[in-house]
Structure formats: structure tokens, C-alpha cells
């Protein structure tokens, strides 16, 4: 769950009375678009004032915001097809559904936050992470960004634990926020370390994800083995009882030849 900033945000959490509009969902989003003709790439960034950019494939946003938990954008391609998105926000994930303007059909879409670091602060690196923070004195200030950095840094390290793309990229993304939360604490060395985690974690979410794709076709790879092992065991017993037979009519034994030949054929599938 995003940590909420602020006493006041946080508090408001513990209770479960926080606004849905008080949640920052400002970042990076990416994944996927599926419809019946395929599957297709999202890319979208959320600012901090619900704004929405980016684009899908083959389709740029014209227009889009993300209000509380509810998201809505449209995009249009070079042939002027526009498709209209709504979505629903459930923590760092998003998913809803899509319409074309060219065809009738609901397509479904989903995206997660690639991004620990909001685009305000990375478009503004000295500015506060978060507004409240105005408000403390600067031992507090440091307090609560150091406990922020903590809590991503263990966020990150619990991610990092499942070799799969989605938890290490939440991985990477914690660990940079910690890096940013170190360096506005004016922190250089911890905030380098924290980079560097998030980088390993980058690195190895495309490992992960090698490995992810390579155990899925495992079993149709395996399948075939067995199928190719399986074909090569029945013509070896096919020419075995070719032989038998042959044998069988040499020596004048033509009915049990026959049935020899009758079992090949049911049983074997042999010519």
C-alpha cells in the first residue's frame, strides 16, 4: 500500500476515513490493452493534479483525468479512430475496459506504477516529496523523510524477494524512492546505494521475466519431447514385429503371423 505522507493523511488511513481524492496516484503507469485482434501496449503518466499523457499503441491521449480512484482517457490513432478508457485505481494497479469508436466491442486494459518517483519531484528534484512536509521544522522534516526511506526501503526488499517482473519492477520503484527521499535529506551516500538497488532490481525484473516466459513454454516444449520420444519407441516396436512376422511366415506359421500383424495394426498404428 502507498505510504500517505503527512500526519494528517496518515491518521485519516489508520481510521479509513482518508479521501479518495487525498491518495497521490500521480506517476508512471504502464501495461497492457486486449482486445479479440490482439494485444497492444499502454504507457500513461498521471500528474499531480489528475492530469493524463501518453498513449497506447498506435494511439496517442488527446484528452484524460484520473479523479479519487476513477480514470478516464481517450486516445485517437492516424486513421482518426478514437477509443474511449475508463478504469478504476486499487493501489498500484489500474484496470478497466474500452470502447473504439470503429468497432462495438469491449476491450479490457490494465496498467501498474512503474515509476517510485512521482513526476512532480522528478520533474522538480529539489521541491518536497510531499506538501505537508512544508509544515515541519526541519528535525522533523528529516524525521519523517527518514522514516518514509525506511519504510521504502523495506517495501522494496520485500518485493524483491519474488522473481517476477511486477515485483521487481515495485522493487525498483520503492528503492528509488528511497533514493529520492535520501537526497532531499541530503543523504548522497545512502541515496546512491538506494539507486543502485534499484537499478539491480530494474536488471533483474528483465531476467525474471526470461525466466517467467521460458517456464510457461516448458511444458508445451516438454510435451513434444515425450510426444517425439513416444513416436520414436512405437516405430522401433513397429519394425520389431515387422521382423517377428516375417520370421512367423517363414517358419509356416501363417495364423499366428496374421494376428501379429492384426495386434500391430490396433494397437500400434503400424502400416
Known sequence: MRLLAGMTFIGAAVLG????HAVDISGIWMGSIQCSYGRGSLNITVGRDGSISGGVTNGTITS???RGRSVRFSTTNAFG?????????????MTGTYRQS?????CSWDASLRTGIRTSQSSNPGKDPEPDYSRLDAKKKRAAREKDAQSFLTAGAA???YCTYADQMTAAGRFSQAAEAFRLMGDSVRGAKADRLAKAASARADVCQRKQRAARAAPGKKSQEIAKARSKDTAKACEDLADYQKK???AGQLELSLKVRLQAKLKLKCR
Not at 476515513?17 to 479518495?20: G, L
Not at 470503429?102 to 469491449?106: R, V
Open 159 to 161: 518485493a524483491a524477494q
Open 64 to 66: 484524460g483525468s484520473a
Open 102 to 106: 470503429a468497432t462495438s466491442e469491449t
Open 248 to 250: 512367423l511366415e517363414k
Open 81 to 93: 479512430n478514437v477509443s474511449n478508457f475508463t478504469g478504476t485505481i486499487v493501489g498500484d494497479d
Open 17 to 20: 476515513t482518508a479521501d479518495a
